[in-house]
């Protein structure tokens, strides 16, 4: 936002206030996204050369919030020790390590997205632990996928590799698995994570995508993605959550926008019925099963890489509905509050961490067009938690294997850093929207107004 002086107030702030030398089990995860993530791409912002959100540099700084990181980050590493599979504890104490009697199950969330923090840690301070044992986390998920479906399951457990229930999908416990796959393979450039990332794409579209095989043409229901039995694709629930309305957003980064297209009507339309999005909506009742809303922004998200990939005014439409009824139904005296209930629209006292970091900042840029991150998006890579990382180089070079290679093989691993560059830049997977289509509803009338009768809002 340009706030030179509020931001090196808040880095002030951390710097003389956080430590963590506490006795505190956290997450393993949600402190990785949420915290250690956030001072890594703050250290990032800050140490840029070019500055170009104005002066954030706080004077006489010196690696501090990187230093933070470190040290969180090296206190969550007992988590990852003497398990079998290579898989993580779930949680960790900040001051002692693993608790007396620890969980042996993990979602695989929590185990698959930590890539994108952990290498860029290990990146900065020149020490792969960090991202070596994020890598192996993610590998060992790979190699217990389903040898039928290619799917993954929701919850794993660490000692054994078994999934712990039947079912694969999107939603909570899976979603920033299949998001970090692909986005791991932007920053760091390791072909790997692109192969299995296509291969998990490919998997999810056999199994999970029910309905008509187009979004814009042809007969049937209308295109969702669901849950199913992990073994056979058969569907497992009735039911979707909140936050599989982030896989629009992964489909525009991999450029699948026609897709992308009709997995977010299927959330607004939800969010039009209610002003707010159910943690649990079921397709087959049109109700909620889960009534609560805690400001969660992966609407918001894949609202705002649509409008970004195709710049269809609908977009600003949409984000102008979330941003009213936010003001109208969420805004408390000091912050604004979860929705203990969508329907009535009571209020809980409480404010979540992302409401900040992923909601307000998405609906910001969302109107913003001129921002230095609008202008240059090329440049620059959210992780699941909304923290802004710079797509450079660099990054695809660890230094611990840059360091004694030979000039000749430093110059065949620029050439193929190049090639990957290219790649990634050239959107040779990018299904285009046609100029034509820009000022035209994303979804054609018939099939909004049928999406609309599916969810409920014609009753």
């Given amino acids: 936002m340009g706030n030179a002086s509020e931001f090196k107030h808040a880095v002030q702030l951390v710097l003389d206030n956080v430590s963590f030398e506490r006795n505190t089990t956290v997450q393993v995860f949600e402190a990785t996204i949420r915290v250690l993530g956030a001072l890594l791409s703050a250290h990032l912002i800050i140490t840029d050369p070019l500055q170009p959100f104005g002066d954030l540099q706080p004077d006489g700084y010196e690696n501090d919030l ?7 980050g090296t206190r969550l590493l007992p988590a990852f020790e003497n398990t079998p599979t290579g898989l993580p504890y779930p949680r960790v104490n900040l001051k002692h390590g693993l608790p007396s009697n620890p969980r042996n199950d993990t979602c695989t969330a929590g185990a698959g997205s930590l890539l994108l923090e952990f290498g860029m840690l290990s990146r900065l301070v020149g020490d792969p632990t960090y991202e070596s044992i994020a890598r192996r986390a993610v590998k060992a998920l790979w190699r217990y996928r389903h040898a039928s479906t290619g799917l993954v399951g929701n919850t794993i457990n660490i000692q054994t590799g078994e999934w712990m229930g039947p079912w694969a999908g999107l939603g909570a416990g899976s979603d920033s698995f299949y998001e970090y796959l692909f986005k791991g393979y932007i920053m760091y450039g390791d072909p790997e994570d692109l192969k299995m990332f296509r291969e998990i794409y490919t998997s999810v579209k056999e199994n999970l995508r029910k309905g008509r095989d187009r979004c814009n043409s042809g007969q049937g229901n209308p295109p969702m993605y669901v849950n199913v039995n992990i073994g056979d694709g058969s569907l497992a629930s009735t039911w979707v959550d909140s936050l599989q309305a982030f896989w629009a957003g992964l489909q525009v980064l991999n450029g699948d926008i026609e897709e992308a297209i009709c ?7 939800i969010w039009r019925r209610y002003g707010a999005l159910p943690e649990r909506f079921n397709w087959h009742l049109k109700a909620p099963d889960v009534r609560f809303y805690p400001l969660r922004p992966e609407l918001v998200e ?4 649509l409008y970004q990939a195709t710049k269809n005014p609908f977009y600003l439409h949409v984000g102008t509905d979330i941003l009213k009824s936010l003001e109208q139904h969420a805004k408390a005296k000091c912050g604004y509050a979860t929705l203990h209930c969508v329907i009535n629209k009571t209020q809980e006292d409480r404010m979540e961490s992302f409401f900040l970091s992923e909601t307000c900042k998405y609906l910001y840029l969302l109107f913003d067009k001129d921002n230095h991150v609008n202008q240059h998006a090329r440049r620059y890579l959210f992780t699941t938690e909304g923290h802004l990382l710079r797509v450079d180089k660099t990054f695809r070079r660890s230094p611990w294997e840059w360091e004694g290679l030979s000039q000749p093989k430093r ?26 289509r820009r000022y035209l509803l994303p979804l054609q009338s018939q099939y909004q107004h049928q999406l609309d009768s599916f969810m409920g809002l014609n009753t």
């Fill in 66 to 72: 990187l230093e933070l990181a470190h040290d969180l």
């Fill in 263 to 269: 997995h977010h009507a299927v959330y607004y339309a």
């Fill in 411 to 436: 110059s065949k691993v620029e050439e193929q850093l190049s090639v990957v560059d290219a790649l990634s830049m050239n959107g040779t997977n990018c299904h285009k929207i046609p100029i034509e």
């Fill in 302 to 305: 894949s609202t705002y890489l």
